[in-house]
């Protein structure tokens, strides 16, 4: 009987685990619609490149580090034993690991498709403008060392778990982890030319492809019910399906706020702040989707819709160029849903509420720091940034020497 | 003959076509032009508002003998006017001489 429910609950989260690699896809898609057309190869190629090398980095230390299992004196993990590769423990593959919710290998993979993402939301961020290597260097660095180390002190057991801190599936462990890092990266690497004026206005640079920014935006939402339906870590009936609800009905309701709220400041019906809307809803509620009552979900939703439409503007007042609104989305709706789970739901409390900020702290000091240090030293070496020419002229041709459609190459984007 | 050079909005070519076909003029080419003029498109994309004036336009060249002159700008005339700014501009050249490639006529006899 006992084999009969770890055979359900890890198909469950197989299939959860497919979900989320589908993200990847809506990632991709999302960060190429918002852009230029000049940069789409670039754009996929680093998308390519961070699910690519996160599962490797996952495989060879992540995973690992990620999740210690022992902790020497309770405190410092314990990395002496096994930090390299994956080696089936005893009882892997049994209802004995992970109470009979998934096998090993089931662990190991859902948990490396959440790890790319950190640095996917770091690269719709820099589109348009970072050189290819270094790009790649800080996704190594970040993915393999940074956000295991990070997840380790929620996920992994550590000291923010002890201290009562929650987040379910990631609102501050994945998503604010890779804002942090996009709210940097921006600021050492400067805005896309043409995006503000000398004249200090702001410039418009519209995406090339609304279409696929909302096919990215829908694979997205149905990518979450894998990123929060699986975070559920088996397939408890009650608990998965109030997941899926409450992160279908925040994204419906973070995408209707995000669009009403552009409509009465700009007086437009804006279908890139609607979309946003959606995913700052999903992120939103991803810290606490299991604690949420229906209206829970609906107001976590909609203040993070909310949130992205204002997000946006303070960016470009700030003179930060973000091209597809990740950070609103992922930092700041990260936020957000992290402290809405000492707010709302059956965790709400004061206590909780401090517990939730510290954990935002903690989180967003280690992240800004290590990714400061690694961008200023790439900067400072070898460069952040493409030339203006390449710029210009678009990443595709120069990185690559490649157009993402050779046949409709008909102007300057 | 006349060389006819009409610059038209993309939504009124059918009935342009149209007309043109009612006064027998079935033959000419046209291609999709990009201009710059007094009227700007306001746009706004994630709060920011933003004009271009890039304005998208069809570009007709007809070539008709002397006595087609007349009906085929008024025919162009009348289907291609909104009476907003933006309706566009008919020009009309003298053509030198022209030739049917495959049976080597010249004249007006090669525009039947």
């Known amino acids: ?413 | 003959m006349k060389k006819i050079e009409a610059i038209i909005r993309k939504s009124k070519f059918n009935e342009v076509k149209e007309a043109l076909h009612d006064i027998e003029v079935n033959f000419f080419s046209y291609w999709d032009v990009t201009g710059v003029g007094n009227e700007k498109q306001g746009h706004v994309y994630r709060g920011i508002s933003y004009s271009t004036s890039d304005i998208q336009r069809r570009y007709l060249s007809i070539v008709v003998s002397d006595p087609f002159l007349d009906r085929t700008v008024e025919a162009i005339c009348k289907s291609a006017y909104t009476g907003n700014v933006g309706d566009g501009k008919i020009f009309v050249s003298e053509v030198i001489e022209t030739y049917r490639i495959r049976t080597k006529e010249k004249g007006p006899d090669s525009l039947k």
């Not at chain 1, 409450?246 to 019906?269: E, P």
């Open chain 1, 1 to 413: 009987m006992e084999t009969t429910l770890l055979t359900v609950n890890n198909v469950w989260m197989m299939i959860c685990t497919g979900l989320v690699f589908l993200m990847h896809l809506g990632f991709s898609l999302l960060e190429i619609g918002l852009t230029r057309q000049k940069n789409t190869v670039n754009i996929l190629f680093k998308n390519v490149f961070i699910i690519s090398i996160g599962i490797i980095l996952y495989t060879v230390i992540g995973f690992n580090l990620m999740y210690p299992g022992s902790f020497i004196g309770g405190v410092l993990p314990d990395y002496f034993i096994d930090l390299f590769g994956l080696s089936l423990p005893e009882n892997g593959l049994g209802p004995e690991y992970a109470d009979g919710g998934y096998t090993y290998w089931t662990d190991f993979l859902f948990q490396a498709m959440f790890a790319a993402t950190a640095a996917t939301i770091v690269s719709g961020a820099v589109a348009e403008r970072v050189k290819l290597g270094s790009f790649m260097i800080f996704t190594i660095i970040y993915v393999g060392i940074i956000y295991p180390i990070a997840g380790s002190w929620k996920w992994g057991a550590g000291w923010l778990d002890e201290l009562g801190f929650y987040d379910f599936a990631g609102s501050t462990i994945v998503h604010s982890v890779g804002g942090w890092a996009a709210l940097i990266a921006v600021w050492l690497l400067g805005a896309r030319l043409g995006k503000f004026k000398k004249d200090g206005s702001v410039g418009a640079i519209p995406g090339h492809n609304l279409p696929f920014v909302t096919a990215g935006v829908f694979l997205l939402w149905l990518g979450w019910f894998g990123f929060n339906g699986g975070s559920v870590l088996s397939a408890e009936p009650g608990a998965t399906s109030l997941v899926l609800v409450t992160t279908s009905i925040a994204a419906a309701s973070g995408g209707l706020a995000a669009f009403v709220t552009s409509l009465m400041k700009y007086k437009q019906y804006d279908l890139s702040m609607f979309l946003n809307g959606i995913l700052g809803g999903l992120v939103g509620i991803t810290a606490g989707a299991d604690m949420m009552s229906i209206t829970d979900a609906i107001v976590i939703g909609a203040i993070a819709g909310v949130i992205i439409v204002l997000g946006v503007a303070l960016l470009d007042k700030l003179k930060l160029d973000d091209p597809v609104g990740a950070i609103p989305v992922h930092l700041l709706c990260g936020i957000w849903g992290t402290l809405a789970v000492g707010i709302f739901g059956d965790l709400a409390g004061v206590g909780q509420f401090l517990n939730q900020l510290i954990g935002v702290a903690a989180v967003g000091v280690f992240c800004l720091i290590s990714a400061f240090i690694i961008l200023k030293v790439l900067k400072s070496t070898i460069g952040l940034r493409v030339s203006e020419e390449e710029e210009r002229e678009g990443l595709d041709i120069h990185e690559h020497g490649m157009d993402a459609y050779p046949d409709f190459r008909t102007n300057e984007h």
